[in-house]
């Protein structure tokens, strides 16, 4: 299984960029969907997560309001449409899927994301 992650790059405080992720392989049941990141110095954190029918979504607190989260399931692919962005949101962002039968957990090989003031 191979989690191919997309869209990071550098925009100034404010703009708007959009992150997509693209699972391949052998996939069966996948669970929740999300986005992590990690700053430098930092613990990896959890952005936003989306629930397997998507009718679920959980962001962290720093970004409601400003990111969303949304998946298609028939694709296998998850993205984070990110505006407002803040210098803050500067970090290197992966997805992650989970599943069952049996369990699993996959992380993407991650995508820079700078904001710049």
């Known amino acids: 299984v191979q989690l191919q992650a997309s869209g990071g790059g550098l925009v100034q405080a404010g703009g708007f960029l959009r992150l997509s992720c693209a699972a391949s392989?052998?996939?069966?049941?996948?669970?929740?969907m999300g986005w992590y990141r990690q700053a430098p110095g930092k613990q990896r954190e959890l952005v936003a997560a989306i629930t397997s029918g998507g009718g679920s979504t959980n962001y962290a607190d720093s970004v409601k309001g400003r990111f969303t989260v949304s998946r298609d399931n028939a694709k296998n692919t998850v993205a984070l449409q990110m505006n407002s962005l803040k210098p803050e949101d500067t970090a290197v962002y992966y997805c992650?899927?989970?599943?069952?039968?049996?369990?699993?957990?996959?992380w993407g090989q991650g995508t820079q994301v700078t904001v710049s003031s």
């Open positions: 992650n899927i989970v599943g069952g039968g049996p369990p699993y957990d996959y």
């Open positions: 392989g052998r996939i069966f049941s996948i669970n929740d």
